[in-house]
């Protein structure tokens, strides 16, 4: 069944921000560790931020840090990717992704996946 369906993607000018959604099926708490990966044309996947759901705990691939901040709402079921000072390298598809034991550390194995959010920065 579907799991994770993420939107909020678009198009933005250099300097822009875009906040991503990704609604989860499940309670927020349900999963231990969910994060965002992104892959551009041509490129490999990368995995550019993650957040435990109890502890709140982040952390941030070093190609986004400072500009972009993961966050969840428990409330709505959903996890955010708040993307600020974007450039013309952030356009890429957005993923976001969750497991319900796995570590941030293992987040190229997480079970859970969305079909994906196109972010395009013009320059």
């Known amino acids: 069944q579907v799991q994770l369906v993420e939107s909020g993607g678009g198009s933005v000018q250099a300097g822009g921000s875009l906040r991503l959604s990704c609604a989860a099926s499940r309670y927020i708490y349900q999963y231990y560790s969910m994060g965002w990966f992104r892959q551009a044309p041509g490129q490999e996947r990368e995995a550019i931020a993650c957040?435990?759901?109890?502890?709140?705990?982040?952390s941030y691939a070093d190609s986004v840090k400072g500009r972009f901040t993961i966050s969840v709402d428990n409330a709505k079921n959903t996890l955010y990717l708040q993307m600020n000072s974007l450039k013309p390298e952030d356009t890429a598809t957005y993923y976001c992704a969750a497991d319900v034991t796995r570590t941030c550390g293992s987040i190229t194995d997480f079970a859970y996946w969305g079909q994906g959010t196109q972010v395009t920065v013009s320059s």
């Open positions: 957040i435990y759901t109890a502890a709140g705990s982040t």
